[in-house]
């Protein structure tokens, strides 16, 4: 009885917390940050034998484990893994750049997943990763960049699929386009110079 009791009580906490601590692991896009790191916002799945679709990923999205770290690591892996990142636009722009700033990253194959009443809308967008010619790139970069594409007011899930024969690294960072424009070209500027 006492075991029944525990149970009956931990499930009637987790149904009020789990929603709470869910939505406190959005990013919330606003007009007064230009750049955001994604740090505790990473959500995972291991994929072990890469058979996943979107489609079983968004149905599986309550198995997915919150990363704690800034910048993932977890070594080297046979793996396929998909992560998760939940997004709220709060500012007036409609498209966000979505950056890896790890170039040895073999694979990335992303989808933005948009809810509407007349239903969910699933994008793929274009891969990228360093086993993608950097010529054939929707956005070339040494690092590897994803548009978001979401509406003012509007709340995303971007997943993405992620394989390497590298070591298994991905730090994340969501851009305002003409911030990371900037940033990337004092960077190649710096690069220049030492190089």
């Known amino acids: 009885m006492r075991r029944v ?3 009956v009580l931990l499930l009637f906490i987790l149904q009020f917390e789990t929603p709470r601590l869910f939505s406190e692991e959005t990013v919330i896009l606003d007009d007064r940050s230009k750049s955001y790191n994604l740090i ?9 034998d890469g058979s996943l679709d979107i489609e079983s990923v968004i149905a599986r999205t309550a198995e997915f484990v919150l990363i704690p770290d800034a910048e993932p690591n977890l070594g080297f892996t046979r793996s396929v893994y998909w992560a998760m990142i939940v997004i709220q636009n709060e500012s007036a722009l409609d498209k966000w750049l979505l950056e890896l700033a790890y170039p040895p990253f073999d694979y990335i194959d992303p989808y933005i997943v948009t809810e509407s009443r007349s239903g969910r809308t699933i994008v793929k967008q274009e891969p990228t990763g360093d086993s993608i010619t950097y010529t054939s790139k929707a956005n070339p970069d040494r690092n590897h960049i994803i548009i978001i594409p979401v509406k003012p007011g509007q709340k995303a899930e971007v997943f993405l699929r992620l394989k390497t024969e590298s070591s298994f690294v991905f730090p994340l960072k969501i851009w305002v386009e003409d911030e990371f424009y900037k940033s990337s070209s004092t960077s190649m500027i710096l690069f220049g110079l030492l190089f």
């Open 5 to 7: 009791t525990l149970a």
């Open 40 to 48: 505790n916002k990473i959500y995972l799945l291991e994929d072990s």
